[in-house]
């Protein structure tokens, strides 16, 4: 019986330590098939502020003000990409978007893959 515990103890714990890294995988797939992990959207969340938000931005849920920030990537075929985050709430959601003329298109959150591609 010892045995069985303990062994359930470490699977178990050995199941929590994948948690965070399962969620440093996911990824936002934008229009442009670019994917952009969450530690960049992590990263750019420290810098955006109610300020940042503009006019003509997309509506955020119940009409919060949101924190914003808008970025730039240049994708392997040499473009240029503007994107915009948007973080709401005190324990942030984010809203991401990536700009197609003449609106801006919502990024959808994926769950990323174990290996490199």
């Known amino acids: 019986m010892k045995f069985l515990r303990a062994a359930t103890a470490a699977a178990l714990t050995g199941l929590l330590l994948l948690v965070p890294a399962s969620y440093g995988l996911m990824t936002y797939e934008c229009v442009s098939k670019n994917t952009i992990p969450i530690a960049t959207i992590e990263k750019y969340e420290k810098k955006a502020t109610v300020e940042k938000a503009k006019e ?62």
């Open 56 to 117: 003509g931005d997309p509506e955020v849920p119940r009409g919060q003000r949101c924190k914003a920030k808008r970025f730039t990537v240049r994708l392997p075929n040499r473009e240029t990409m503007l994107y915009l985050l948007q973080v709401i709430g005190p324990q942030p959601s984010y809203q991401l978007y990536e700009y197609h003329e003449p609106k801006w298109h919502p990024c959808l959150l994926r769950q990323g893959t174990w290996l490199a591609s």
